[in-house]
């Protein structure tokens, strides 16, 4: 037995990952199945004046009716998502207004599948939480890293048009990822609207005007205390502390600039180290969120899954195989077709190991020696978009988000809040680290911005090995069309003032 499980141990993380999606839902949807439905009588440990309570639980709902002695008798409900007289979105929300009704649902309420699959989501939270522990210290170690990296060979220029081409890039992605994500509504099932009287009033009715909201989106790049930024965490305040930190630290130069740059490194090391023993944990924390999800949700999750999938899948053909291949042409002058074949080494290895750091090395000789970029625009680009260029995970986190807004909530994200799902998951994506996964960890930030349950991105861990592989080989298409913009837009300009050994 132990030799079997050692054996599992070894096999490749995706095939690890997708046998536990398996057995998670497989052992949720027959919890479900099986014990999913309770109907039973209280009669006893009542509130005075109560003669007996009628509960009757099913996936999603439990209703409630109450025999008085007067005999007079009251129904109410649990139904995820509703607000209406007598119904109620949660059990805080009945608590609130029913706090003895409450009381009896907490001791006789609760199927097994429930009961079961809470206790999984306990486990698969630990594991969220291991994920949060991290993504403070990855965002600061690597993009500290990312931008001292080029104190040695960067001209402003070429940094500016570089950053210029990885933030337009970003937000296309983002863009085109919230399009497909409103069209395709993978949340609900591929409806076009949502269906239901009454349904999941959760959102605010009244969204804040979007002048105010982009206006509090400035306001967190510019963090009052940095040291509570780190501690909230307000991750678009360590960001932006972050990369100023950087420049600075650049700008005084000498001695000062290489410690910071070494201990920023060191950092990076030690918590890629950390990420890593936390990203073969996955396999587990998948079990446990699916377990959770389907045990009680039944199998009506899997329909939105797919539908999900396809919509991230549409997404980044679309930025991959019509944005970028316009941009290759009409900025840099390239035949999309010609600079694909020359990538396409580094573009199977990233999508076979959802790794932009892990390719860059290929990359870089791809660039070189088979797309004919010199070695000055390759050197300077490629690394740097391997830890601040992730046009696929932006659009990747976009649609998760939106998705889970519409799986949780029954309707889309009202448009101040997608302006606020775009602006982070902007800034996010400069941060996730080229490492496979990366992107689980930079989608908690955009997650807790807009106040969406964690928990919830268990859905999203069982098909998120797919989904890397692609939207990490996006990733890295977009970085080696950058080089071929940057070269193109370089060779406008004169390069005779910068000293031949700047780039060595």
Known sequence: MSRSIWALWKWPLHWQIFLAMLAGAFVGLALNFLTGARDIRVTEGLPQGWQ???IRERVGSTRLRILRDDGGETELRVEAGETRDGTFATLSALRAIHPDVASVLDVHGGTWATTIGN??????NLFLRMLQMVSVPLVVTSLITGVMGLSGHAVGRMFALTAAYYATTSLLAILTGLLVVNLFRPGLGGQG????????????SEPPPIGEVLFSQLENLIPANPLGALVEPNFLSIIAFSIAFAVFAMRIGGATARRVHEAAKTGMEVIMA???????????????LMLYVTATQGADVFRSLGWYMLTVTAGLVIHGCITLPLILRFVAKRSPTEYA???????????????????????????????????????????????INMDGTALYEAVAVLFIAQWHFGENLPLTQQIVVAVTALLASIGAAGIPQAGLVMLVIVLQAVNLPLELQGIILAVDRVLDMGRTTVNVWSDACGCAVIETLEHRVTLRDIPPDAWE
């Open 52 to 54: 007996a309570v009628e």
């Open 119 to 124: 206790a999984c989501r306990q486990l698969g």
């Open 193 to 204: 609207a949502p269906t239901g009287e009454g349904t999941r009033s959760v959102i605010a």
């Open 274 to 288: 950390m990420t890593h023993a936390i990203i073969r944990l996955i396999p587990l924390g998948v079990f446990c």
């Open 341 to 387: 074949r020359a990538l396409s080494p580094a573009l199977l290895t990233a999508f076979s190991s959802a790794s932009s750091n892990g390719t860059l090395p290929l990359t870089l000789t791809c660039v070189e020696q088979r797309a004919g970029i010199s070695n000055r625009t390759g050197s300077f680009v490629l690394p740097l978009g391997a830890t």
